[in-house]
C-alpha cells in the first residue's frame, strides 16, 4: 500500500531525539550512504535492505529533490531476497549429487560434501534467476515527529528500524496504546490509574 | 518493566478504546464529537472482528456491529481487535479498518483531489497485469508531473494528519474517563447494560452525554 497512491495501510512510529542543525545535509549522506546495493548472484548476502525513491524501486540514485519534500523525508524502503522455489533446489541437487558420486565412484556423500554442493547448486541457480524485492514506502513528517511506515508486517518493520537508526540519529518509537498515551500525556492522577490498570470484564464469561 | 513489556501490558487498552468507540458510536446514533472538531459521523461498517485469546468471531455486513452476534461474543468475554470505519468529517468521507492493538490504519480511503476536481483513489489507474514489467524511469519527471505528484502527495498526508487528529482527540477523551472516577460510576455500569442489550432496557443517551462532558471538564460539545 503505497504512499502516494491508492488507500493507505501504515504503521506509526514516533521520532524522539532532537535533529542536528545541518541534518539535511548529514542525512543525505546517510542516505546515500545505505541506499539499496542490489544483490549479486556470486556474494555471500541472501537478504539485504536499503533505500530507494519512494515509489521508485530501482531509483537509488538519491538526491535531496526526490528525498525531501518540504517538510517531509520520503523514501522506499527496498528488501531484495534469494529466493528459490523448492521443487527447482531439490530437482538440481539431485543431479548435482548423482553426478558428484559417479564421478567420484562412491555411493553416498559426507554431510560436508552435501553442505558444499548445495551451496554450489544455490550460487548458480541464483545467476539464472532474480533476486524477489519487496518496496515499502516511509514517509516522516519532521514537524510532527512521526514515522509512517506503509507496511503492518513486523518482520518490516524490524527491519526498517535497524536501517532508519543506523541511519538518523533519533529513536523511533512504534505506536500502540501505551506509547500513544504516553505521547498525548496524562496527569500525574491518570499515570497512578494507568501503571494499575487492569482490563474492563463485561461479559459473563470473560474468555481473556 | 522495559518499554516493550510496557507496551505488550497495554493492548487491551486499544480494544477497550474500539469497544468505547462503537458503543458511543451506537448511543449516540452515528455522531460523536470532540471539542476541537465539533460534531461527526462515526459508525461501524462492513467488518468487525471480535476476540479473546484463540476464540474469533469474524462478522461482516453492511452494519456488522448491530448483529446479534456481536453483542453475545461481547458478552461471552471477546473483544473487538479490528473493526471497519466510517467517518464523515466536514465535507471528507473517509474509510478504513482500526486495528485495536497497534492503532494502525489499514485501507485508507481517501478522495484525492487532482487537476483541480474530486477523483476517487485509484480510479483510471490501468491495472498491475498491464503496465508491464518495470522500468528504469529516465531521470527527472517532466516538472508539471512531478509538481502534481508533489501536491497529491502533501494532500494525502494532510488529510490523513486531519483523520489521526481526530483520533488522538477521541483516544485523549477516552483515556479521560477510563482513568478517571467517570469509568466506575457512570460509563462502566452504561457499557454493561448496553453490553447486555436486554429488550426494552432504554439507555439515558443526553443523561450519559450531561456526565461524560461533565467529567470532561464541562466543556461543551456542539
Redesign the interface.
Known amino acids: 500500500?503505497p504512499?502516494?497512491?491508492?488507500?493507505?495501510?501504515?504503521?506509526?512510529f514516533f521520532v524522539e531525539g532532537e535533529l542536528p542543525e545541518d541534518f539535511q545535509d548529514r542525512s543525505m549522506r546517510a542516505i546515500r550512504l545505505r541506499a539499496m546495493k542490489p544483490l549479486e548472484p556470486d556474494e555471500e548476502a541472501l537478504e539485504r535492505s536499503g533505500w530507494c525513491a519512494i515509489g521508485?524501486?530501482?531509483?537509488l540514485e538519491l538526491g535531496h529533490e526526490n528525498v525531501f519534500?518540504?517538510e517531509?523525508v520520503?523514501l522506499g524502503f527496498r528488501t531484495d531476497r534469494w529466493v528459490i522455489p523448492g521443487p527447482m533446489m531439490r530437482a538440481k541437487m539431485k543431479e548435482a549429487e548423482a553426478a558428484y558420486l559417479q564421478k567420484k565412484g562412491r555411493e553416498k556423500l559426507s554431510k560436508r560434501e552435501k553442505t558444499e554442493l548445495k551451496e554450489l547448486v544455490a550460487r548458480k541457480l541464483r545467476k539464472q534467476l532474480s533476486p524477489s524485492m519487496s518496496v515499502v514506502d516511509l514517509?516522516w513528517?519532521l514537524n510532527?515527529g512521526i514515522v509512517?511506515f506503509f507496511s503492518?508486517s513486523p518482520r518490516k518493520a524490524a527491519l526498517m528500524m535497524e536501517l532508519f537508526q543506523k541511519c538518523f540519529p533519533v529513536k523511533l518509537?512504534?505506536?500502540?496504546?501505551?506509547?500513544?498515551?504516553a505521547r498525548?500525556g496524562?496527569s500525574k492522577?491518570?499515570e497512578r490509574?494507568?501503571e494499575e490498570?487492569t482490563?474492563?470484564?463485561?461479559?459473563?464469561?470473560?474468555?481473556? | 518493566m522495559q518499554l516493550l513489556d510496557r507496551i505488550e501490558a497495554r493492548r487491551f487498552v486499544g480494544r477497550e478504546f474500539l469497544l468505547f468507540l462503537w458503543f458511543e458510536s451506537e448511543l449516540f446514533e452515528g455522531t460523536l464529537s470532540t471539542v476541537a472538531h465539533g460534531s461527526f459521523g462515526f459508525w461501524i461498517e462492513r467488518r468487525i472482528v471480535l476476540s479473546a485469546g484463540k476464540e474469533v468471531t469474524q462478522i461482516k455486513g453492511a452494519y456488522p456491529a448491530g448483529s446479534r452476534e456481536a453483542k453475545e461474543s461481547l458478552q461471552r468475554g471477546k473483544l473487538p481487535e479490528l473493526a471497519g470505519i466510517h467517518v464523515s468529517l466536514r465535507e471528507h468521507e473517509m474509510n478504513f479498518v482500526l486495528k485495536a492493538d497497534t492503532l494502525a490504519l489499514s485501507g485508507l480511503s481517501l478522495a484525492a483531489v487532482l487537476d483541480g476536481g474530486a477523483e476517487e483513489e485509484g480510479a483510471g489507474l490501468p491495472p498491475a497485469e498491464l503496465l508491464g514489467p518495470p522500468q528504469r524511469k529516465k531521470k527527472g519527471p517532466a516538472r508539471g508531473e512531478s509538481d502534481a505528484a508533489h501536491e497529491a502527495f502533501y494532500d494525502r498526508m494532510q488529510r490523513t494528519r486531519e483523520l489521526e487528529e481526530l483520533l488522538e482527540a477521541l483516544y485523549r477523551d477516552f483515556l479521560a474517563l477510563r482513568l478517571g472516577p467517570a469509568w466506575e460510576a457512570f460509563v462502566e455500569p452504561m457499557l454493561k447494560t448496553w453490553c447486555a442489550g436486554d429488550e426494552g432496557t432504554e439507555l439515558d443517551s443526553d443523561g450519559y452525554r450531561e456526565k461524560r462532558e461533565n467529567a470532561l471538564g464541562g466543556k461543551k460539545r456542539r
Do not use: C, H, K, Q
Open positions: 500500500m504512499a502516494l497512491r491508492g488507500s493507505l495501510t501504515y504503521a506509526r521508485e524501486p530501482f531509483e519534500y518540504n517531509f520520503n514517509s513528517s510532527d509512517r503492518l518509537v512504534p505506536e500502540a496504546p501505551y506509547t500513544l498515551a498525548l496524562l492522577a491518570e490509574t494507568w490498570l482490563p474492563t470484564l463485561l461479559g459473563i464469561g470473560d474468555l481473556a
